[in-house]
């Protein structure tokens, strides 16, 4: 049961549509240049104009098609799922998040694994209970949560557990659940047995015009 707020960001699970999944696409990108913040595990990743990954600190938003410059940023890569380098031993480290300043810390051949297949499902904690929100008897109206589109809320993320402090944003009794078309993601199912919970659990994906692969505004 869902009783507290501890995120853990967005966890691949699987792909929309009963494709082949395996553990999903995995793509390292390179960290070039010292990163003065960490990358979780579980949070959005971003490149800069110089191909340089970084974590998303704000709620992406979904991107006219066709978009323009002057419609907002390029969107997500993907999610981070971990970290390679080789540390200041020489030894290579496989972690499950990037902490930060590994360059001038002494690492080099330094990557960030990113879940880069924008058709991949994640699971998510939400930031508050549902509530009433169209619930119904016995709570048989939640899946009206389901078609949803939601942003992200950006909590604290854990160092002792490497994971991101991403939630859902829910919203009081589901307030913030709407059918808005710039929000990033897309609720596709709730957790069975978290439905009643102070933070329930749910699988959404990346709305149409938020992941970079499906956005042709370039960084």
């Not at 009783?3 to 999903?24: E, H």
């Not at 913030?176 to 993601?185: D, E, G, N, R, V």
Request: proline share 5%.
């Amino acid at each position: 049961m869902a009783s507290t707020a501890t995120p853990y960001g967005l966890k691949p699970v699987n792909n929309i549509g009963g494709q082949s999944y395996n553990g999903g696409a995995i793509r390292e990108f390179k960290v070039a240049a010292n990163n003065s913040a960490a990358i979780y595990n579980g949070d959005p990743v971003v490149l800069s104009s110089a191909g340089l990954p970084s974590a998303a600190t704000a709620t992406p938003t979904a991107m006219k098609i066709t978009a323009t410059s002057a419609d907002g940023t390029a969107g997500i890569v993907g999610v981070c799922v971990g970290a390679r380098y080789v540390d200041s031993n020489g030894q290579l480290q496989f972690n499950n998040y990037l902490p930060a300043n590994m360059v001038t810390g002494g690492a080099s051949d330094v990557y960030v694994r990113v879940m880069d297949d924008p058709d991949t499902l994640f699971k998510v904690k939400g930031s508050a209970a549902l509530g009433t929100f169209n619930s119904g008897t016995n709570g048989s109206g939640y899946p009206g949560a389901i078609g949803k589109n939601a942003a992200l809320t950006f909590a604290t993320a854990s160092t002792s557990s490497g994971n991101s402090g991403v939630l859902l944003t829910v919203g009081s009794n589901g307030g913030s659940l709407a059918a808005t078309t710039t929000l990033a993601m897309r609720i596709i199912d709730v957790v069975a047995g978290t439905e009643d919970d102070t933070y329930p659990e749910f699988i959404v994906k990346w709305n149409v015009g938020v992941h970079s692969y499906q956005n042709p505004l370039g960084v």
